[in-house]
């Protein structure tokens, strides 16, 4: 059995239409990321002043001796993070940069109980669940220097978590 050989003229034709798709795809990239630039900016612009800006007191760029001092002694501990068990239900985890200042601080809420924050006291409007139960929604805050997300798992059982972390 013999391989088929193409002609010079069908690589020609064959490199050409490799180029031509290799071209749209870059132009589709480059149109899809400034569209989702302008997006961003203008949330960002319409979400200046975020309702959700700290935990327990806890704020972002607090040094983690006074995160002890407010929220008491973790659970486990280190310079770069803390873990926190305050119930069987809620429980954070504070991380901190070189200088030990607060970047991050992730809360964790186990089922639908009293106090689990809801989508409307973190964004200042109830978010619209999927399919399955589940609710997520992430917003940058450029002005104010950090992102901030809200996940609620789907079930009987939901675990809420509430996130704040620093732009770097």
Do not use: C
Request: hydrophobic fraction near 40%; charge should be neutral.
């Amino acid at each position: 059995m013999t391989g088929t050989l193409l002609k010079p003229s069908a690589y020609s034709g064959l490199f050409t239409l490799l180029v031509a798709a290799a071209s749209l795809l870059l132009a589709l990239s480059i149109a899809s990321a400034q569209g989702q630039r302008r997006g961003a900016s203008h949330a960002a612009a319409n979400d200046e002043s975020p309702l959700f800006h700290e935990y327990r007191g806890v704020q972002l760029g607090m040094l983690a001796d006074e995160v002890r001092k407010k929220l008491g002694e973790p659970r486990d501990k280190s310079d770069e993070q803390d873990f926190f068990i305050f119930t069987e239900t809620e429980t954070a985890q504070i991380l901190y940069d070189k200088a030990h200042k607060v970047i991050t601080i992730s809360a964790d809420f186990l089922n639908a109980v009293t106090g689990v924050p809801t989508a409307k006291q973190v964004f200042g409007a109830d978010l619209e669940a999927k399919a399955d139960g589940s609710v997520y929604k992430m917003v940058r805050f450029p002005k104010a220097g950090y992102w901030l997300s809200y996940n609620r798992t789907s079930g009987t059982s939901p675990l809420t978590t509430v996130t704040l972390q620093k732009i770097q």
